[in-house]
């Protein structure tokens, strides 16, 4: 939001300007994102500490690990291999003594785990819901958190009542505590889910609204659209579960509207109507890019002007 964007360079970590200009010189080991508070989380010395704009320490690196501030101002760190929450000056709101932690939910909840149990707390550090879960998830817009029980996936709301039963398979060998948003309703009211090996979408009820048919799913984006494999093939369907064109790999769609694509080989980028705007291909040994008229748009030249200019490298 503050036009800045994180870039390495000879190893380091900076932030450039739309320009691709350097403000801040990548003098950092690593370095994430600019929060809408101004501050950037960054390691150096291998500890983790927060910069302002220009670069300054407003935090010292003082943290094993530490992440991007939330909206209500506070972030995940962790010290002496545990983790608790800071506040924008770097002091400890609530104390690290949990085993791993999210961040928190819009409901003012967050899922922390300790002693090999998940449950959530307030922001105070108060328990909210008891740790008594396998493990567990963010909550959710629609209010909802995944939660895991016997190995198995179910859904449940801010006062820890059990919405939808634990009954689908959870396939990955890492908690759902480890993985940002996994199982997590999407904004248009849908939830991943696995049943018998195969993928669906379920409603806030645990109806199935698109049936468990895809190989592999993620899932649904800001604009409706979630990745599927079916026969081999990668796509988007919609929340009708209608499959768009198929591809051999897509990737998630960008805020300009477009995804990455790879097709026999060749990649591009498609809108969400699923048209082809942009392709790589090659010109004379050269990688050109194209339009959907099949006309070079980088480098500026034409084919004749590529190859003639070809043999003289």
Request: proline share 5%; glycine share 10%; net charge negative.
């Amino acid at each position: 939001a503050n036009g800045l964007a994180e870039a390495r360079e000879n190893k380091g970590s900076g932030f450039i300007n739309a320009k691709g200009e350097w403000v801040v010189p990548p003098k950092f080991e690593k370095a994430e994102r600019f929060d809408a508070n101004g501050l950037a989380v960054v390691r150096e010395n291998e500890k983790w500490g927060y910069i302002n704009i220009k670069g300054e320490w407003v935090i010292p690196p003082k943290f094993e690990e530490a992440w991007t501030f939330d909206a209500n101002g506070l972030a995940a760190a962790k010290e002496n291999k545990k983790w608790g929450y800071i506040n924008t000056k770097g002091e400890w709101k609530i104390q690290p003594k949990f085993k791993y932690i999210k961040p928190f939910a819009a409901n003012g909840l967050a899922a922390v785990m300790d002693n090999g149990k998940v449950g959530y707390i307030n922001t105070q550090g108060e328990v909210a819901i008891p740790l008594k879960f396998d493990d567990g998830g963010s909550f959710a817009d629609n209010g909802l958190a995944a939660i895991m029980e016997n190995e198995k996936i179910g859904y449940i709301n801010a006062k820890g009542e059990m919405v939808i039963l634990p009954k689908f398979e959870y396939p990955h060998i890492y908690p759902i505590l480890w993985v940002s948003n996994e199982w997590t309703f999407a904004a248009n009211g849908l939830a991943r889910i696995r049943e018998n090996e195969k993928y669906g979408y379920i409603d806030a009820r645990g109806e199935r609204v698109i049936p468990s048919r895809f190989e592999e799913a993620e899932d649904f984006d800001a604009r409706g659209f979630a990745q599927v494999k079916e026969s081999g093939k990668w796509s988007y369907i919609n929340t009708k579960g209608e499959v768009e064109v198929p591809f051999e790999w897509m990737g998630n769609f960008s805020a300009n509207g477009l995804a990455p694509v790879r097709e026999s080989e060749k990649e591009g980028y498609i809108d969400t109507k699923s048209q082809i705007v942009v392709s790589k291909d090659e010109v004379c040994g050269i990688e050109v890019l194209i339009n959907g008229r099949d006309e070079i748009i980088w480098p500026q030249k034409t084919a004749d002007q590529i190859c003639k200019e070809r043999p003289a490298q």
